[in-house]
């Protein structure tokens, strides 16, 4: 008989139907309409300079999220034991990418994730230990980097002109709640994954009975077991596994973020190029980030472009930044929704067509 998709399947393939790619492009594009009707000024514009420099850094810009892919790719090729090619690691991670496009950044695409690699013939053990090692993994990157990041930098890495934590306001507190946040998801995972896997499967189950949580009653029963299964796969792996892991991972965050002082050296002129200032455009990139994180918009869409004209404010002249914030997301952003309505329908198609010969 063939093998019908249950319930919860049927939801995550809903929730990357192609026409889930509609309302990140219309908050994104509406956002950027009403910033340019709010500060466009041609004189400013028109200095932009399309030359030779400016398409050779665009075009490094676009060749770091290249890079960025295959960084992923790498990650999911040694998380699945190199079960998968480069060519499906590479097919995979832009499934994974859209559905975190089109999910509000405080969701994300883990479902999808659990779904999609749950298609691909691997374990149940490695499909969970995939992807909930690659978010602890991304935790903890975040969790070194940013705190080192604020201390080496200051205030300056949030808002330009900062010289103290009061200067920060909003940004400040939001900045250390989101570490103080992902301190103790790191923290409870990291214990429970490598040294007590029994105790979190415990916490967890407590915690799904718990009246206010009764909505992610499920998903924390799911997590529970989930976690048993990860720590089983994972802490058998030998120490260059886990090296792998961590510079992929590392490597992926990087580009995506120096590709935003690719594209602004390429769009300002007489931007700083020196080391300091490049590393602040960086930095700046990386806390934009963390804060954007809780946005309940698909992929941080309006959002994102909305923070960024503030966060750049005093490398990029009023009236460019948000010119300079839609050419990142069209390099960036845009390609996932485009590429993965490309490769998604054949994809499913492909999954359905397997149901039925199973």
Not at 41 to 50: F, G, K, L, R, S
Request: aromatic content about 16%; proline content about 4%; some cysteine.
């Amino acid at each position: 008989m063939p093998q019908k998709l249950n319930t919860k399947e049927q939801e995550v393939l809903n929730s990357i139907q192609i026409n889930k790619i509609v309302l990140p492009i219309i908050i994104g594009i509406g956002v950027v309409v009403y910033l340019i009707w709010k500060q466009w000024d041609p004189e400013v514009v028109a200095q932009i300079e399309w030359k030779g420099k400016t398409i050779l850094w665009l075009g490094a810009a676009i060749f770091l999220y290249v890079i960025r892919h295959l960084f992923y790719a790498w990650r999911l090729r040694v998380l699945s034991d190199k079960i998968f090619s480069w060519w499906k690691s590479i097919e995979l991670v832009f499934i994974w990418e859209f559905s975190s496009a089109v999910s509000p950044t405080s969701i994300g695409g883990s479902a999808v994730a659990l779904f999609l690699l749950a298609q691909e013939k691997l374990s149940a053990a490695k499909t969970v230990s995939v992807v909930v090692y690659s978010m602890i993994v991304d935790t903890i990157f975040f969790l070194i980097s940013l705190p080192l990041l604020y201390f080496v930098i200051g205030p300056l890495v949030l808002r330009p002109n900062a010289q103290t934590f009061a200067d920060l306001k909003g940004y400040g507190y939001s900045f250390w709640a989101v570490i103080l946040f992902m301190s103790l998801y790191g923290f409870v995972f990291f214990y429970g994954i490598f040294l007590k896997p029994n105790w979190l499967k415990r916490f967890l189950l407590w915690l799904s009975k718990v009246r206010i949580l009764k909505r992610f009653k499920q998903s924390l029963r799911d997590t529970a077991y989930d976690v048993v299964l990860t720590s089983q796969e994972v802490r058998n792996q030998n120490i260059f596994y886990h090296i792998k892991v961590f510079v992929s991972s590392a490597g992926a965050w990087i580009t995506r973020f120096l590709a935003i002082n690719c594209i602004i050296i390429a769009l300002i002129q007489n931007v700083p190029t020196d080391f300091w200032n490049q590393f602040i455009l960086y930095g700046r990139g990386k806390a934009m980030h963390s804060l954007v994180q809780f946005s309940p918009t698909p992929g941080g869409a309006g959002v994102t472009e909305y923070l960024f004209e503030g966060f750049y404010s005093d490398f990029i002249p009023a009236g460019l930044a948000i010119i300079v914030a839609l050419i990142w997301r069209l390099i960036t952003y845009y390609p996932y929704l485009i590429c993965g309505a490309i490769i998604i329908p054949n994809w499913i198609r492909k999954v359905l067509n397997r149901r039925r010969q199973t």
